[in-house]
């Protein structure tokens, strides 16, 4: 009998709700057969069998919570005794799994402020979740000390040295506590533990008033939630904004555009603009920065992966252009093209998702004259683009009509000032005004 678990699916991903399983009870499946469809807070993955055999045992209904870890289907493939088919429950209960502790060499701890709660597993890298499986320690009773939350090494061992009781009574809910009276988590940060204003109220019973209807907050929905609660509450935002003369650009893309006809796709002012950005971001290379607020550093990435925000059924993904500084114009518009059809289809590949140093979202396509977009944490600025239109402009004393196109760049006060947003804005302005300088400068 093989007991098959929900396996690690990317850096920080921690749980999937089930899609679809493409087997029931009693099915015999081979190895490398599709087995499960489950949505991270990522992407949906399609998880293949690992062995092949006859399906026993089914854990999570469509729209159920797995976590990484949790055995999730038992095959019969001949390696040892069986069990008896169950059916796929209609709800998943929590499994409760106790506390095994083994004292490793003893070692000097010194976060004082590591605890212990119960709940949904935790936020880890795999490698992490690798050694608490090695030291014996479960790893979803761990509240980290790591950056939004995150269970650190460092946190493991401590609760492997003893530092922590082996026995752990869970964390008393207090009333109106952010975690049972707000959907969108908080994960309290030692600076933020001392904010006041995060001890939120209860939410009022709304049926009082008139009909509800209640959804669950799930998957790329809930992660986007979290990430932007996150994004506001630890990045102090300010917006520069501006507008860019592209009449020239527009009209070299249309005629690239004709003389190209039936060789590819159509050619979008984006590709330009992260052109543009990719050419700020080497002047002004704290825009493409972290900060961590923990060891109070800047991280400046010499590299430049450009994430492209996507809206999709599901919810705002951002796929992400990896080196899209060694990309040519018709390069990243193809891949604009592939990655935004993966996103929208639910295809796309998890790490397609990750690595972003700089976002570009654009409500361009579905209207407006200008927003403040959220910082995609833990980056430091991300530029939005609104809809280009011919609007009248005054060119050299005499009204004329141009068409322009409305740029925002929200970014972390903490890193970069606001003399540093106008001139970036305004070297993108100059690049994308005059397009033959910014193909020179390719």
């Known amino acids: 009998m093989y007991e098959f678990k929900l396996p690690d699916l990317g850096e920080g991903i921690h749980e999937g709700e089930v899609l679809k399983w493409h087997v029931k009870v009693g099915d015999t499946i081979k190895e490398d057969d599709p087995l499960i469809e489950v949505e991270t807070d990522k992407a949906a993955v399609t998880i293949p069998s690992p062995r092949g055999g006859i399906i026993m045992t089914l854990k999570g209904a469509v729209g159920d919570i797995l976590n990484v870890g949790d055995v999730i289907v038992t095959i019969e493939d001949g390696s040892g005794a ?103 988590a908080v994960t ?10 995060l001890d939120l109220d209860p939410m009022p019973d709304f049926a009082k008033e008139g009909p509800i209807e209640i959804e669950k907050l799930r998957s790329i929905r809930r992660k986007v939630a979290h990430k932007m609660t996150t994004s506001k509450i630890l990045i102090p935002h300010v917006v520069h904004m501006d507008e860019a003369d592209v009449t020239e650009l527009d009209k070299f893309r249309r005629e690239e555009n004709a003389r190209r006809e039936g060789r590819g796709g159509k050619l979008t002012l984006l590709p330009f603009v992260i052109k543009a950005v990719i050419a700020g971001l080497k002047e002004y290379p704290a825009f493409n920065a972290s900060i961590d607020p923990f060891k109070e550093e800047i991280i400046y990435k ?57 976002t570009i979202t654009n409500i361009g396509p579905i209207g407006g004259t200008g927003f403040a977009a959220a910082i995609n944490y833990p980056e430091a600025a991300i530029l939005g683009l609104a809809r280009a239109q011919d609007k009248p402009v005054v060119r050299n004393g005499e009204i004329v009509i141009r068409k322009m196109l409305p740029i925002s760049l929200s970014f972390d006060h903490r890193i970069a000032d606001g003399a540093d947003a106008a001139r970036m804005v305004s070297g993108i302005i100059k690049r994308l005004s005059d397009p033959y300088t910014l193909l020179l400068e390719i």
């Open 302 to 358: 010499k590299y430049y992966n450009v994430g492209v925000a996507v809206d999709s059924d599901r919810g705002l993904i951002v796929p992400v252009i990896k080196n899209a500084d060694q990309k040519s114009i018709i390069q990243l518009s193809d891949k604009i093209v592939e990655l935004a059809e993966g996103a929208r289809d639910g295809n796309i590949n998890v790490a397609d998702l990750s690595g972003g140093t700089f």
């Open 188 to 197: 309290k940060t030692p600076a933020m533990s001392a904010i006041p204003f």
């Open 82 to 184: 069986s069990v008896a088919p169950a059916e796929v429950p209609t709800k998943t209960e929590p499994i409760e799994t106790p506390v095994k502790v083994e004292t490793p060499a003893p070692i000097a701890p010194t976060v004082e402020t590591l605890e212990v709660a119960s709940g949904r597993p935790v936020p880890a890298a795999p490698a992490t979740r690798r050694l608490a499986r090695e030291l014996g320690v479960n790893i979803n009773i761990i509240k980290g000390t790591g950056p939004a939350g995150r269970v650190t090494p460092e946190d493991v061992k401590l609760v492997a040295s003893g530092e922590v009781p082996t026995t752990i009574e869970p964390v008393k809910k207090e009333a109106a506590t952010e975690s049972d009276s707000c959907p969108i």
